[in-house]
């Protein structure tokens, strides 16, 4: 079936920092997003991304559609403690997007 | 506007029963899907339905079962318990299949 392969696994960084994080797949996808998870919370959309090669702002979180349609990142600039929880890329292989494939996350924590 | 309600939150069974999960999606949307998140395989699609319609389904056994009602809430049921259906069980729901999905905060079921 489809993944989706996510890098890191985890991350420890201090308060300030900037973050980077990226979603991989083998195969072309035509949405890519980000949701963020916090603990005992579902998932929260953070940004959506629909157009190769496209990058999208939403405040400190940045997030670019790779141009092959095979990957996405997402930068967190100038991280603070409530950016802890899980970020989780996700794909719409078809037409619907209440099907989506889910990288494996990626946990970040933020040492003030 | 409210977000998506799912209940209960928590859930305690024994193995060989079946339990049935609600979710209430946010007022307006017509789509909802489910999923099933465990630390071992992650977040995994279970099912999606619009319009009473089930629109995709996931790689489930049958013992996992779902329906949408005329006012777009839905029942997930899972049968003849097994000690790896023990997860968090999310729903997630959107105003059409264009329209990404929003989660609500899951049921945690946990099967002894």
């Known amino acids: 079936g489809q993944q989706l392969n996510q890098s890191p696994q985890s991350m420890f960084i201090q308060e300030g920092e900037d973050v980077s994080m990226n979603c991989t797949s083998s195969?072309?996808?035509?949405?890519w997003l980000w949701y963020k998870q916090d603990p005992g919370e579902g998932p929260v959309l953070l940004i959506a991304l629909y157009k190769a090669g496209e990058l999208t702002s939403n405040g400190r979180l940045t997030a670019q559609f790779g141009i092959t349609r095979k990957d996405s990142f997402l930068n967190i600039s100038a991280s603070i403690p409530s950016d802890v929880g899980i970020y989780f890329c996700?794909?719409?292989?078809?037409?619907?997007?209440?099907?989506?494939?889910f990288g494996q996350g990626t946990i970040l924590t933020v040492h003030p | 506007k409210a977000g998506v309600t799912q209940t209960p939150r928590y859930l305690i069974k024994t193995r060989g029963q079946q339990v049935t999960l609600s979710c209430s999606p946010i007022s307006g949307h017509r789509s909802v899907s489910w999923y099933q998140q465990t630390p071992g395989q992650g977040l995994q699609f279970l099912f999606e339905?619009?319009?009473?319609?089930?629109?995709n389904k996931g790689n489930f056994p049958g013992r996992f079962s779902g329906r949408q009602f005329s006012n777009s809430r839905s029942e997930m049921n899972v049968s003849t318990l097994e000690l790896g259906d023990s997860a968090l069980y999310l729903c997630?729901?959107?105003?059409?299949?264009?329209?990404?999905?929003?989660f609500g905060n899951g049921t945690r079921l946990t099967v002894t």
């Open positions: 997630a729901s959107s105003s059409d299949s264009n329209s990404p999905l929003h």
């Open positions: 339905y619009f319009s009473e319609t089930q629109r």
């Open positions: 996700a794909v719409s292989g078809g037409t619907s997007y209440g099907k989506l494939t």
């Open positions: 195969s072309i996808f035509n949405t």
